[in-house]
């Protein structure tokens, strides 16, 4: 078994919390300016995580991972969106998904901006040192941030990327694109059981990462 180090599993997990529920809500808060109360009447446009945790997706499938030592990620509970009451349905719905993987990647923006500007003291002996806790937080937030960003954009259906997809294509396509839905889990687990998750993530993980400081 290996060593797992307490702290930087309950670091992570916090990260992770706080980041998925910034992405509800983003959700939630979205599809409310455009026109669909929906969520907001449920109490998702909210940064309580209470109300957007998913106990696998958030709890159980992020603990597991991180004890087990495999890519950190997972998810919460999907925002509710009446589509019939948004103001140009297929258009503003794409929106409202772009809206999670954006407030990600803003996070990760602003965490890497605050995680350059940060001073980091040496430690020493005897002394308190909060800088380096704080700067481990914000390296953490920058990954995880974009990770669920690149994650999220994948043109899978039901993730983000998949929603947007099918808004940008031709009603057509779209119908026929939308029949894959029902697997698209079985996709993403093709995916990561073959490698090949890898290789769609990995590159644009690296290029945001290379333009943050």
């Keep these: 078994m290996p060593d797992i180090d307490v702290a930087q599993v309950f670091l992570a997990f916090i990260v992770l919390l706080f980041s998925l529920t910034v992405h509800e809500a983003a959700h939630a808060w979205t599809a409310d300016r455009l026109g669909d109360p929906t969520a907001r009447l449920l109490g998702r446009v909210s940064l309580n995580p209470v109300v957007h945790a998913d106990l696998i997706g958030t709890v159980v499938f992020p603990l597991a991972a991180m004890l087990s030592g495999v890519p950190l990620i997972g998810w919460a509970k999907p925002v509710p969106v009446n589509t019939g009451r948004l103001g140009h349905p297929r258009r503003d719905y794409m929106l409202v998904a772009a809206a999670g993987p954006a407030s990600n990647l803003l996070l990760a923006i602003a965490s890497a901006v605050a995680l350059a500007a940060l001073p980091v003291s040496p430690m020493r002996l005897g002394e308190p040192n909060v800088s380096v806790p704080v700067a481990s937080l914000l390296s953490r937030a920058v990954q995880l941030n974009i990770l669920l960003a690149v994650f999220n954009m994948l043109p899978i259906p039901p993730l983000d ?32 059981l073959t490698g090949g998750f890898q290789y769609l993530v990995a590159p644009p993980y690296n290029f945001v990462r290379s333009w943050l400081p």
Excluded: K
């Excluded at 396509?173 to 687990?189: E, K, N, S, T, V």
């Design 161 to 192: 990327g998949g929603n947007v997809l099918s808004g940008m294509l031709p009603r057509s396509l779209a119908a026929h694109f939308d029949r894959i839905r029902p697997y698209g889990f079985l996709l993403l687990y093709a995916l990561m």
